[in-house]
């Protein structure tokens, strides 16, 4: 008989069940009660805790989309952050006469957009030229936002406080409001592209990835199919973008820099790259690690241990953020989502394993 | 008027002529072969036909549609699948969802339906599966429906090739090589799965096969090229009779 809670065969009987997300009640359950965590959470946190929150989920968006055109559609985007920075300075733009949720959108299309003028070379180019080009596109932006003096040339562009149904947002409530905003962005947004993957749309990434000579010959346009990845990672990215420069209260040229855009690689591929778990995964385990850096290299420092004028927590960071790498790309190329998997897998039927 | 007709292509790849003034036709319904040794531009002429080379002289024509200048999608889009003789699936896919990507061009929901997988994009996407599994079930590719491609043994790639081509929908089909490297056992499942297509959806099949004694038995005509050019052409008893084609194919008359 079928037990709707575990996985104890396969006992469906339509294809509309075959294509469903969840393939128990306790999977949906499981996700829907990380959902509620998360949605309690701030409560138990302080002020800074609640922005460490903040920032992954911000980042996550960014991987996701970083995912969508490198993970999945199999191009390498080294300007990842300057699509986020396109959205930032978009909604920094536009925020002093609209609403946020005006803004967040509109810094997605922006982002969506610059993805699609960037994705053009992609008509004929492949492979490492094609992160060439990313990379030139990361240096122009750099380069045009430093000679715009409507940009400030980089230097701080102030965001205003948001009203939101006449709830004025203070320093108090700051992070907790835009921690819920965000949440729901990214929820919505990460549910969108789980939807996308079983459509025409996240099979026609994928097909370009392993084999645009055959995916020319099931009749799609390769060239095409490219630009659209470009424009839907460039569009998660606008909106992180937009999403940051609100919840950090300005926009610095310095947070969407070269640095940055190879941070997320990083993240991405930490995660697992091709993974939407591995998007939330990968920030929340670097930016947590940075923040563990940090304290250990203070109690160290407790210790007696530095050394004078040897600034050990700005060397740890570094440092491990790059052995972390190098480790997970020769133990775990697959990133921490193939763990993720192996656990899933091993709960699939769990405790009725025959 | 036939269904493909190619005339005169020429294809030149610097000096080299790959292809020289190669004319071709082909009925609806028909099951025509190419035959010839390697090198003779058999899988030149079918790239030229399904889009992937543009002749650097001649025309092809399929149906009303003029293919000389065509892209792959373009000539998919008119009906014209391609089987590839070095398997050319999206090995990170299962097989099921290598043959939905051929259902791809059939399927014209927008972006934000198929964001909410809401109403019409999961209807037609149910449509889509049910279709693809009945290209499955006549495949009988049963057991591998949800096998990473890449997992899978040789013999099977080769089908799931043909079954992907086959799931386009064609009205031809375009076969390169489809027994290369198998087995006697696999070879003849896959005899029966051509003349089954054949049989039962009405589709017009060129085929490029070096096994003689298969391209003999099934084809209604043969086509010999050698070096480029069509040295002989016609029902296969009479093929097999020309002295041109025993001369490419054992050498010069000793």
Redesign the interface.
């Known amino acids: 008989m079928r037990n709707p809670w575990a996985e104890t065969g396969n006992y469906k009987t339509s294809y509309r069940q075959d294509t469903a997300i969840f393939a128990t009640y306790l999977e949906m359950l499981s996700l829907w009660a990380l959902v509620a965590l998360l949605l309690v959470l701030p409560f138990f946190l302080k002020r800074p805790q609640v922005f460490v929150l903040d920032l992954i989920l911000v980042y996550s968006l960014a991987v996701l989309g970083l995912n969508i055109t490198t993970g999945y559609a199999g191009l390498i985007n080294i300007g990842q952050a300057a699509f986020v920075g396109v959205g930032a300075y978009t909604a920094a733009l536009l925020a002093p006469s609209l609403p946020f949720w005006l803004t967040v959108p509109i810094g997605g299309l922006a982002g969506a957009v610059a993805g699609g003028i960037v994705g053009i070379p992609s008509l004929r180019i492949k492979h490492l030229y094609l992160a060439i080009a990313t990379l030139a596109f990361q240096i122009i932006f750099e380069w045009t936002v430093g000679h715009s003096t409507i940009l400030k040339q980089g230097g701080a562009i102030a965001m205003p406080r948001v009203e939101f149904l006449g709830y004025k947002v203070g320093y108090k409530n700051h992070y907790y409001f835009w921690y819920y905003v965000i949440l729901l962005v990214v929820v919505l947004l990460a549910f969108a592209f789980r939807n996308l993957l079983r459509t025409r749309y996240g099979r026609a990434l994928v097909a370009v990835r392993d084999n645009d000579r055959a995916a020319d010959a099931m009749g799609m346009h390769p060239g095409l199919t490219k630009i659209f990845a470009f424009a839907l990672g460039g569009f998660y990215a606008g909106v992180a973008g937009a999403l940051y420069a609100y919840l950090s209260r300005a926009v610095v040229i310095e947070d969407y820099m070269l640095p940055v855009s190879i941070k997320f690689l990083a993240m991405a591929i930490v995660g697992g790259l091709g993974s939407i778990v591995g998007s939330f995964l990968g920030p929340a385990f670097l930016v947590l690690l940075d923040l563990n850096m940090e304290d250990l290299a203070n109690w160290l420092k407790s210790l007696g241990l530095s050394y004078a004028g040897v600034d050990i927590a700005s060397a740890m960071r570094p440092l491990t953020f790059g052995l972390v790498i190098v480790l997970f790309l020769i133990f775990e190329p697959r990133g921490l989502a193939n763990w993720w998997r192996l656990v899933r897998n091993f709960f699939r039927n769990w405790p009725f394993k025959y | 008027m036939a269904q493909l007709s190619v005339e005169n292509v020429t294809l030149v790849f610097g000096g080299l002529a790959a292809l020289s003034a190669v004319s071709l036709e082909v009925e609806k319904g028909e099951l025509v072969s190419i035959i010839g040794p390697n090198g003779a531009g058999k899988t030149s002429l079918l790239n030229c036909i399904?889009?992937?080379y543009h002749p650097t002289r001649g025309r092809i024509r399929f149906e009303d549609h003029d293919l000389t200048r065509a892209?792959?999608?373009t000539a998919?889009?008119y009906g014209i699948?391609?089987a590839?003789q070095n398997i050319?699936?999206?090995?990170?896919?299962s097989v099921l969802?290598n043959l939905?990507?051929?259902?791809?061009?059939h399927?014209n929901?927008g972006?934000l339906p198929?964001?909410?997988?809401y109403g019409r994009?999961?209807n037609a996407?149910?449509e889509a599966?049910?279709q693809v599994?009945e290209v499955i079930d006549f495949m009988e590719l049963e057991p591998y429906r949800k096998e990473l491609v890449g997992n899978l043994p040789y013999g099977v790639r080769k089908r799931v090739e043909v079954a992907?081509a086959l799931a386009?929908g064609p009205k031809l089909l375009l076969l390169d090589e489809p027994m290369a490297g198998m087995t006697l056992e696999e070879k003849e499942d896959m005899v029966r799965f051509i003349l089954d297509i054949r049989a039962e959806r009405g589709t017009t099949i060129v085929l490029i096969e070096h096994d003689l004694g298969v391209v003999m038995d099934i084809s209604d005509r043969v086509y010999v090229l050698d070096f480029g050019e069509v040295i002989a052409e016609g029902p296969p008893e009479e093929v097999a009779q020309d002295p041109r084609v025993l001369e490419a194919y054992v050498g010069g008359a000793a």
């Open positions: 399904s889009g992937f892209s792959p999608h998919t889009r699948a391609r590839f050319e699936l999206f090995s990170g896919l969802e939905l990507l051929a259902r791809y061009t399927l929901y972006l198929a964001a909410l997988y994009a999961q996407e149910i599966r049910r599994e992907r386009l």
